[in-house]
């Protein structure tokens, strides 16, 4: 039977310490893996790692092309450019598995420099794993109420 969202345990935050208490308790990774099921602990990504990891995404930047149009413009199928681009996802899915997944980093710890995070992380595990992982972490266990929608009707969604 699926359960209803509008079920779900309602908690009224009266104080921030009753928040941090909140998004200080784990994350719970769960998955599948011949046939059972994997419970691994995580932990929320802090703000200072979360801009860490979007300046790894911005860090590529496409290069500009004369031959583009009458002005010329970024050409965003560039070879160098894609390369780069995914090589600084990765960098930045190993710096979230390693600092979201305290079973991970505690078999490295202390690891500061991204290039060491990345190749320690790249070879663990196989990549639908490590997958699961980072997006597990980057969810961070939120998942948002439906709000009211002023656009359409209930007769309009049948």
């Not at 010329?72 to 600084?88: P, V």
Request: aromatic content about 6%.
């Amino acid at each position: 039977m699926k359960k209803n969202p509008n079920d779900r345990k309602v908690i009224v935050i009266t104080d921030f310490d009753q928040l941090t208490a909140l998004t200080d308790k784990p994350v719970i990774c769960r998955f599948e893996l011949d046939g059972a099921t994997i419970e691994l602990p995580c932990k929320r990504l802090s703000d200072v790692v979360q801009e860490e990891v979007y300046a790894l995404h911005r860090k590529a930047t496409p290069p500009w092309d004369k031959s583009l149009g009458p002005a010329g413009d970024y050409n965003h199928y560039a070879q160098n450019y894609l390369k780069a681009r995914a090589d600084n996802a990765n960098r930045a899915r190993a710096l979230i598995i390693y600092t979201g997944c305290p079973a991970i980093a505690a078999k490295k710890p202390g690891l500061t420099d991204i290039e060491a995070v990345y190749g320690f992380v790249r070879g663990l595990l196989p990549e639908n794993i490590l997958e699961i992982i980072a997006l597990t972490i980057q969810k961070g266990g939120v998942d948002l109420r439906q709000r009211a929608d002023f656009t359409s009707t209930p007769d309009s969604e049948n």
